[in-house]
């Protein structure tokens, strides 16, 4: 809130106002580091996804400069990101012909490398023809339905991918690649499943790449990428690039993927115990689904973390003490269901760190990340919402 | 996205950027007169919660004058409302010391009549101390736990009302009253169940502000409320003023209970067709839940509307057609599992309007609202966000 403009503009833990967003800078950098030498251990590029940040500020930590490339999921990450000196994207929602104007503003303002991503004909026909129209070629991606989640032509299909590789070749727009996520990862645990879950994605999407070229299409890019397959992945021969978001924070349901520590999760909401039902075995706090977001992501895993796991100040966790409940300004904090484990006896005022369910959710809560060395609030980095 | 002010100041439906949040003028409208009319015939004040909408112009259209009364759930909320000249205001969720400094400057800075609510010995010292050291006698109601879902002091236990009540009338700070929230009545859908509810909020409000003039102490307010209730509350004797806050604008689950009707909804997203997966019967949008919010309350009623229910863009529902599942900004959309409709032909850049789960979930994940009168904008309403 404005009136803590009275404060210095990086304060002390105690006079943050709660509920706010921390980061744990050296969790986060961790994080960034395992994950880019990983990839280049694979011979990969790197392409982060900056969706789950949307703070520059974090984006020039992840990327492999100043300029990119990166990933956005929507157009107004684009054009922030493009504002601040971001120069090779991929906008990764399928285009649709009302969105190519302002895509072709930003392009232009800021001279960027911006390009879509497409699953039918329709789509690249419209591209083209919008590329035609205002001499900009622009580049795209055919997205690839690796696993049936959600989005893209596929694998199968050749013939639709040719007949939209031909169509963007062809015309006046640029056929750049093919890409995919698999999303369906999300939904697994077993790391031999997860490595299945990489080489099955990877597969999907060299397998697209090797049709395009065989019907004598250009294919440069094959970019893959979901962070529990980037984790996962041994060999993404014939991949040239990695998208990736979540890693950079990482979450309980990262956690129970296996694609992260708990001790790895840098993202957590600073609260206020504002209450006792000690009948009940409660604590209030005045973090209630409005900062931690509805996400209940791993009330389909084996552990369920409720709506997200307390720690104390420090970041330390209790056992097994989660956010039982939610309303919007309140959270019901108990003991996890089952577990013998005491309610800590946190007087009114204390200040508890919880750990989301779903960092992407969680910190578009927020404003703003305040960045943590330890207990000291050291940075204060902006973050956009909305679209 | 900050292209769009190419665009007037408000564009036609066609030039919206989607996703954005449309809120139809004439059923927001009809939503208050409808409340405020059934509260005036209960012969009770009414205070709106302005936690549901977040902004000064939905607010000034609820309230019973520019200044109030109202609600919040926030500081932030309570600061901007009173710096849009709101003056008579309740922070309805449960105060710690840690808030008193910033809550005191603005009262203060803005000449605003701020209450608290409180549920512990430990809180009313606090306030007392703090109003004594700062000249300042703050309002306080003691929060009631009319049924056992969140906060409060149990009706039953009068020795602790009491001790509350003496720390506040005696020291120097206010007690204004008594205040409860009967939350349980979400779970609710039977009219007789929630007519029940509406008594038993009342009678707990009611016995308890009984308790404390029989022990000689002041309790001129007794402040009771949710949509719920208020919609079915039909005696309210003894209480002086009722809070609700997404009876405005309605939505699913309030439909699903019984407070409203799917026809007053007043509040959508409007989202845009990016792809199709015919083999399985989905339609693709750009909605997904970062538009929509996380926010499932439909998955514990008779009917699941998934993430929402697919309207054309006009606003008719189509049949069953509803959100079965969401990505961060991709909506899957398909006819609900086990109905016989048919998924309708829409192409791809076709428009619809998607009614949210919970009103309060989705406004937060927008700046503002785009204000219809039918299929034409009329207005664009900012709102607040975050802490």
Redesign the interface.
């Known amino acids: 809130?404005?009136?803590?403009v009275?404060f210095d503009p990086v304060p002390p833990l105690r006079q943050l106002?709660?509920?706010?967003l921390l980061l744990d800078q050296a969790r986060f950098e961790r994080n960034v580091r395992r994950m880019r030498t990983h990839l280049a251990q694979l011979g990969v590029s790197f392409r982060p996804h900056l969706?789950t940040a949307k703070s520059i500020e974090v984006a020039r930590r992840v990327m492999d400069s100043a300029a990119g490339p990166g990933t956005v999921?929507?157009?107004?990450e684009a054009?922030y990101f493009a504002a601040n000196g971001v120069r090779d994207l991929i906008y990764a929602?399928?285009?649709?012909?009302?969105?190519l104007d302002?895509l072709g503003?930003?392009r232009s303002t800021h001279g960027a490398d911006m390009a879509v991503i497409l699953?039918?004909v329709?789509?690249a026909e419209?591209l083209s023809a919008w590329s035609a129209a205002h001499g900009q070629a622009v580049p795209a991606f055919i997205e690839i339905?690796s696993d049936?989640h959600?989005?893209g032509v596929?694998p199968e299909d050749a013939e639709l991918l040719i007949a939209i590789g031909r169509i963007l070749d062809g015309g006046a727009a640029e056929l750049r690649g093919v890409l995919t996520h698999a999303?369906g990862s999300y939904a697994l645990h077993d790391p031999a499943d997860l490595r299945a879950a990489a080489d099955a994605e990877r597969d999907a999407a060299v397998t697209c790449a090797r049709v395009l070229r065989a019907a004598g299409l250009p294919c440069p890019a094959v970019s893959v990428g979901s962070t529990p397959t980037a984790t996962f992945a041994d060999d993404l021969g014939g991949v040239t690039e990695v998208r990736a978001g979540v890693f950079m924070f990482g979450d309980l349901v990262q956690a129970g993927i296996g694609s992260c520590a708990e001790e790895d999760i840098a993202l957590s909401v600073l609260a206020?115990?504002?209450?006792?039902?000690s009948?009940?075995g409660w604590l209030?706090v005045?973090a209630g689904?409005?900062?931690l977001?509805?996400?209940?992501g791993t009330g389909r895993q084996s552990v369920d973390q409720g709506y997200g796991l307390v720690c104390d100040e420090t970041g330390r966790a209790y056992p097994d003490l989660v956010v039982l409940d939610a309303?919007?300004?309140?959270g019901?904090v108990g003991v996890r269901p089952g577990s013998g484990a005491a309610l800590p006896p946190l007087p009114?005022?204390a200040r508890v760190r919880i750990l989301p369910n779903?960092a992407?959710?969680t910190a578009?809560?927020?404003?703003r990340y305040e960045v943590m060395d330890g207990t000291a609030v050291v940075d204060r980095w902006p973050r956009i919402?909305?679209?």
């Open positions: 809130m404005s009136t803590s009275s106002q709660t509920p706010c969706k999921s929507t157009l107004r054009e929602v399928g285009i649709v012909p009302e969105k302002p503003a930003i699953d039918s329709e789509q419209a339905d049936g959600r989005s596929a999303g206020t115990v504002i209450g006792h039902q009948a009940k209030i005045d689904w409005m900062a977001s509805r996400d209940r309303n919007q300004e309140h019901i009114l005022g779903h992407c959710a578009a809560q927020f404003g919402n909305g679209w």
